[in-house]
């Protein structure tokens, strides 16, 4: 078969979750919640569907959560994208990005991505012709290398995939970063792609540095979010964009081919629940408590690790503890011991090994404390 992406290679996210599943271990591989969302927010889509909101929603996405989105950014960055012409609802940050990247990357076009990188940001621009540039994020503090990024910066250079809170090291682009970010981009033709799907899950009063509070990024840049990482929802598959209008234009073209629009009862009820904002104003401190509770836990065993900025997932180090790599010792903690995790290389082409795993702490402290009981005997 001739076909635009050959790999046979599943997504490290199912081959760790269904091994989990074979084996019976505690899953803290494939990042989603094991608790219950917030009842309202049932009570509020169930209100939704019992009210009619069934039929395709507009193309765009249900005017009331773009307003509800439009409110959030002005809340928490003082800076408004227009409902009408710069907030588009996805089915999930995955099909944003993947539309985002369709929509510009041509043939050749080179887009920087930041190894390790989430993985669906490579396919997706080899699909489309372009070729991905590795910029590597190095261990232990995974920072980005600004002088590398400037000598890799040429004509070519169609986009540059950025993620903070980053998955799956756990650090945060400072506004230092952002300001090199935005000096190198200034005067080019390059888009950001900003991938914020953790902008709520920030740790230690530490604010998150998302593009739109960089007024010359944020001309040039898309932001991608997830409902499903905010409200503890992953299976509802909603999330949106933002974007200037001439962009946002240019997404719409090729969004209302695809997708057309995304489920309607989902997205009327988030615009009812976020009408509340500490529904997202309180992740960081719910958050915040699992991974002191997590690290509190596990502090006497042999891993080592820097606790987590931003995210739900810690990595830990097992340098002390075997000289097997990291898929190697990830697939044998979840058959043997029974706790699964994600190995980074992955995200590094399999060609680098950090020597650490990636462990997913948004689980309720019963989850935890078996996980930690788990670890402290390895
Ligand atoms: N980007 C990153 C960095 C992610 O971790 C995820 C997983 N939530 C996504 C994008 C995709 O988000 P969604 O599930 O909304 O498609
Ligand atoms: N974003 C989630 C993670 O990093 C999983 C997404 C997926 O399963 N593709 O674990």
């Given at each position: 078969i001739s076909a635009k992406l050959n790999t046979t290679e599943a997504s490290i996210f199912s081959v760790m979750s269904n091994l989990a599943n074979q084996h019976d271990a505690i899953n803290l591989?494939?990042?989603?919640?094991?608790f219950k969302c917030d009842q309202n927010l049932i009570d509020a889509v169930s209100f939704a569907m019992n009210a009619g909101h069934n039929q395709y929603a507009p193309m765009p996405g249900l005017m009331d959560l773009r307003v509800a989105i439009a409110k959030k950014f002005d809340l928490l960055y003082g800076t408004s994208y227009h409902p009408e012409s710069e907030i588009t609802i996805t089915s999930g940050a995955t099909q944003a990005i993947y539309t985002i990247i369709s929509t510009f990357v041509k043939q050749d076009d080179e887009v920087l991505i930041f190894k390790p990188?989430?993985?669906?940001?490579e396919p997706s621009i080899k699909i489309n012709g372009g070729k991905p540039i590795s910029m590597a994020l190095k261990a232990p503090d995974y920072k980005v290398y600004w002088d590398e990024v400037k000598k890799s910066i040429?004509?070519?250079?169609k986009m540059i995939i950025i993620n903070t809170p980053h998955n799956p090291s756990g650090t945060l682009m400072s506004k230092s970063d952002m300001l090199k970010l935005q000096e190198l981009t200034n005067g080019t033709d390059i888009i950001i792609l900003s991938d914020e799907v953790y902008e709520h899950i920030v740790f230690d009063d530490e604010q998150h540095q998302s593009v739109c509070r960089f007024p010359e990024l944020k001309k040039r840049s898309f932001i991608t979010a997830s409902f499903g990482k905010t409200f503890h929802?992953?299976?509802?598959?909603t999330g949106y964009c933002c974007a200037p209008k001439a962009l946002m234009q240019a997404f719409r073209n090729v969004h209302q081919f695809n997708v057309f629009s995304v489920n309607h009862p989902m997205q009327k009820g988030i615009a009812d629940y976020m009408k509340d904002p500490n529904r997202y104003l309180e992740l960081p401190e719910f958050y915040q408590q699992k991974r002191d509770l997590f690290l509190e836990l596990i502090k006497d065993s042999r891993f080592k690790f820097s606790p987590s900025?931003?995210?739900?997932y810690q990595l830990l180090d097992f340098t002390d503890i075997t000289t097997e790599n990291d898929l190697e010792f990830a697939k044998r903690l979840t058959t043997e011991k029974g706790i699964a995790s994600i190995p980074l290389s992955p995200f590094n082409?399999?060609?680098?090994?950090?020597k650490v795993l990636r462990f997913c702490f948004a689980k309720t402290e019963d989850t935890l404390k078996k996980a930690a009981d788990i670890l402290n005997r390895i």
């Open positions: 591989s494939q990042g989603f919640p094991d990188a989430y993985d669906c940001y040429n004509l070519k250079t929802v992953t299976g509802w598959k900025k931003g995210t739900y082409d399999n060609a680098r090994d950090d």
